[in-house]
């Protein structure tokens, strides 16, 4: 890596951005990765220490530490505890016994020290953000630049066929009969190496995944991918390349499943899958968007001929399990599409349009039903929320837009510990066995948690931090706990229990604060409580010498 200021960024800098959400409405939370804090070096070395490589002949693995792509492989391993003593524990449900929510977290060296501390037993829980930020933070600490990335609609393509198939009952609600799915978002990272072990070209970044989704050569672990082979198609290069490619590349075809088990085709979209691939900028807060080195432009020749050779390198090495895909959408004579009137916010009623177009020379009898249903980040659905019926009748070559709402009443309890929402609306063609359908993934935003530094941050000097929170519901808020962290910032964690916030109150906390470190630091609040899960802030606090 040759600029310095990248080096700075993707090295040394102790703080940055996660992006979570889904394509159409995301946001950045700060995150503290601390890979300079006291005794995290000793922790990262540990963690190689205790790798089953280690274990199995310490000094082959030992000989072996000045080659990135096989430290990365073991950290990628071992940041996920699936095979081995790793940190961390995944779990992807709405109950987090025993240990902290994945949304709780804002940094690393929490997570590294339990880890260290409880004998290399892992912590409870992480999901892929958390897992891709620790990961951040070991690889800094040794020395190798590193970036967390996210992409959005991201696939999860089990059986190797390049085709995510999603199935759908005819009230609306998406069944799980396959094993594929697609994220709002999954993170990983990319970390900057020479790849000596591949053919000249794949030099630079490489996509490294420590999340446990699928086994690479027996083991939970992902990468080191180049990013270049990724967006050339190059899916015979190693490691695991096919299964990044297919993240951001796949296929999304929907399937209408009648009460008889029949399966009819919905529609199909070549272009919905990998999207805004979000990284924080060198040196500044700001998004770099980073689609460009992963795929070339959608419908594209460059992007066609990359894909074909993706799916011929799969066959010729025996792991492509379909047909060829990226096939065009199929066109019906009925199109429905959902348009939101506002951005959705938590404790408000949620109102959208249901548009309807038909383009046949007759009218057409449609019996509509629209239903709203909680959605993991990672695409598994939840319980049904809201349900609508009802039937209209629209001319020949004619439109119609039809206003619907989901009251707070019926959503809310499912985005205590979720926070997207499926809204599904499928037209059956009265008399006739046609079938269509539309979704959208709406991600519902809690109220704004705010930071304001009061006075000039300066070195072994105190500063306030002032903390609003306002209740924009017409209920009170129990068993509240505001967070605050920050390296160079707090020593410590700090921890304020709230018991209740009224309805439509404000919540004000001032927080003295004493700098230990100088340069660009970043202040890390959340605020949770029984109705809103861990809402976030960061503020960037500049430092300066006394």
């Given at each position: 890596?040759?600029?310095?200021n990248e080096?700075?960024?993707?090295?040394?800098?102790?703080?940055?951005l996660?992006?979570?959400g889904?394509a159409?409405?995301?946001?950045p939370?700060?995150w503290?990765?601390?890979?300079?804090?006291e005794?995290?070096v000793?922790?990262?070395l540990?963690?190689l220490d205790v790798?089953?490589g280690?274990?199995?002949?310490?000094?082959?693995d030992?000989?072996?530490?000045?080659d990135?792509?096989?430290?990365?492989?073991v950290v990628?391993a071992m940041?996920?505890?699936?095979?081995?003593?790793?940190i961390l524990l995944g779990r992807?449900s709405?109950?987090?016994p025993?240990?902290?929510p994945?949304?709780?977290w804002?940094?690393s060296?929490?997570?590294?020290?339990k880890?260290?501390?409880?004998?290399?037993q892992p912590?409870k829980?992480?999901q892929?953000?958390v897992?891709?930020?620790?990961?951040?933070?070991?690889?800094?600490?040794?020395?190798?630049?590193?970036?967390?990335?996210?992409?959005?609609?991201?696939?999860h393509?089990?059986d190797?066929n390049?085709?995510?198939?999603?199935y759908?009952?005819?009230?609306?609600?998406e069944?799980?009969?396959?094993g594929d799915?697609?994220?709002?978002?999954?993170v990983?990272?990319?970390s900057w190496?020479?790849?000596?072990?591949?053919?000249?070209?794949?030099?630079?970044w490489q996509?490294?995944?420590p999340?446990?989704?699928?086994?690479?050569e027996?083991?939970?672990?992902?990468g080191?991918a180049?990013?270049?082979?990724?967006l050339?198609?190059?899916?015979?290069?190693?490691h695991?390349?096919?299964f990044?490619?297919?993240?951001?590349n796949?296929?999304?075809v929907r399937?209408?499943?009648?009460?008889?088990?029949?399966?009819?085709?919905?529609?199909?979209n070549?272009r919905?899958?990998?999207?805004?691939?979000?990284?924080?900028?060198?040196?500044t807060?700001?998004r770099?968007d980073?689609?460009?080195?992963?795929?070339?432009?959608?419908?594209?020749?460059?992007?066609?001929d990359?894909?074909?050779?993706?799916v011929?390198?799969?066959?010729?090495?025996?792991?492509?399990?379909?047909?060829?895909?990226?096939?065009?959408p199929a066109?019906?004579?009925?199109?429905?599409?959902?348009?939101?009137?506002k951005?959705?916010?938590?404790g408000e009623?949620i109102n959208?349009?249901?548009?309807?177009?038909?383009r046949?020379?007759s009218?057409?009898?449609?019996?509509?039903?629209t239903?709203a249903?909680?959605?993991q980040?990672?695409?598994?659905?939840?319980?049904?929320?809201?349900?609508?019926?009802?039937?209209?009748?629209?001319?020949?070559?004619?439109?119609?837009?039809?206003?619907?709402?989901?009251?707070?009443?019926?959503?809310?309890?499912?985005m205590?510990?979720?926070?997207?929402?499926?809204l599904?609306?499928?037209?059956?063609?009265?008399?006739?066995s046609?079938?269509h359908m539309?979704?959208?993934?709406?991600?519902?935003?809690?109220?704004v948690?705010?930071?304001?530094?009061?006075?000039?941050?300066?070195?072994?000097?105190?500063f306030?931090?002032?903390i609003?929170?306002?209740?924009?519901?017409?209920?009170?808020?129990?068993?509240?706990?505001?967070?605050?962290?920050?390296i160079?910032?707090?020593?410590?964690?700090?921890?304020i229990p709230i018991?209740?916030?009224?309805?439509?109150?404000?919540l004000?906390?001032?927080i003295?604060?004493?700098?230990t470190?100088?340069?660009s630091?970043?202040l890390?609040?959340?605020f949770?409580c029984?109705?809103?899960r861990d809402v976030?802030?960061?503020?960037?606090v500049?430092v300066?010498?006394?």
């Amino acid at each position: 890596m040759q600029k310095d200021n990248e080096k700075q960024e993707y090295v040394m800098n102790e703080q940055g951005l996660l992006y979570r959400g889904c394509a159409e409405s995301f946001s950045p939370s700060g995150w503290n990765f601390g890979q300079f804090e006291e005794d995290i070096v000793d922790i990262c070395l540990k963690l190689l220490d205790v790798s089953p490589g280690y274990s199995k002949n310490p000094g082959l693995d030992c000989s072996r530490r000045n080659d990135p792509v096989y430290v990365s492989r073991v950290v990628s391993a071992m940041v996920n505890c699936n095979d081995d003593r790793g940190i961390l524990l995944g779990r992807w449900s709405n109950d987090f016994p025993g240990g902290t929510p994945p949304t709780r977290w804002t940094g690393s060296v929490e997570i590294l020290r339990k880890w260290s501390l409880n004998g290399c037993q892992p912590v409870k829980y992480g999901q892929c953000w958390v897992y891709a930020a620790v990961m951040c933070t070991v690889m800094r600490c040794l020395g190798i630049p590193t970036r967390v990335i996210t992409n959005f609609e991201s696939a999860h393509d089990t059986d190797r066929n390049l085709t995510i198939d999603e199935y759908y009952s005819v009230s609306g609600q998406e069944l799980k009969l396959s094993g594929d799915s697609i994220w709002n978002f999954h993170v990983w990272v990319e970390s900057w190496m020479a790849r000596l072990d591949l053919p000249a070209g794949y030099d630079g970044w490489q996509v490294l995944d420590p999340t446990p989704q699928e086994k690479s050569e027996g083991v939970y672990c992902c990468g080191p991918a180049p990013v270049k082979a990724i967006l050339e198609g190059d899916t015979d290069i190693k490691h695991d390349v096919p299964f990044v490619f297919a993240e951001v590349n796949a296929d999304k075809v929907r399937w209408i499943v009648g009460s008889d088990g029949s399966k009819q085709k919905s529609s199909s979209n070549t272009r919905q899958v990998g999207s805004n691939i979000s990284t924080k900028a060198v040196g500044t807060n700001a998004r770099e968007d980073v689609t460009h080195l992963y795929k070339y432009p959608e419908g594209s020749k460059k992007e066609r001929d990359a894909f074909a050779k993706a799916v011929r390198n799969l066959k010729s090495t025996g792991t492509h399990n379909g047909p060829e895909v990226h096939k065009p959408p199929a066109s019906g004579v009925t199109e429905l599409s959902i348009k939101l009137q506002k951005t959705p916010v938590n404790g408000e009623d949620i109102n959208f349009h249901l548009c309807i177009v038909n383009r046949n020379q007759s009218a057409k009898n449609l019996s509509i039903t629209t239903i709203a249903q909680a959605l993991q980040h990672n695409g598994r659905p939840e319980q049904l929320c809201w349900k609508n019926t009802q039937t209209i009748t629209i001319g020949a070559n004619g439109e119609t837009k039809v206003t619907l709402l989901v009251p707070y009443s019926k959503y809310g309890a499912s985005m205590i510990e979720n926070d997207i929402l499926k809204l599904t609306a499928i037209a059956m063609e009265l008399g006739s066995s046609e079938m269509h359908m539309t979704e959208k993934d709406v991600l519902v935003t809690n109220p704004v948690l705010n930071i304001e530094v009061k006075g000039t941050p300066v070195l072994y000097q105190d500063f306030t931090a002032e903390i609003t929170f306002t209740n924009t519901l017409s209920e009170t808020l129990r068993n509240c706990f505001l967070t605050l962290s920050g390296i160079g910032l707090i020593t410590t964690k700090c921890e304020i229990p709230i018991p209740t916030l009224g309805a439509k109150n404000l919540l004000r906390v001032s927080i003295p604060i004493t700098p230990t470190k100088p340069g660009s630091r970043m202040l890390t609040a959340d605020f949770d409580c029984n109705l809103f899960r861990d809402v976030k802030a960061y503020k960037t606090v500049e430092v300066r010498r006394a």
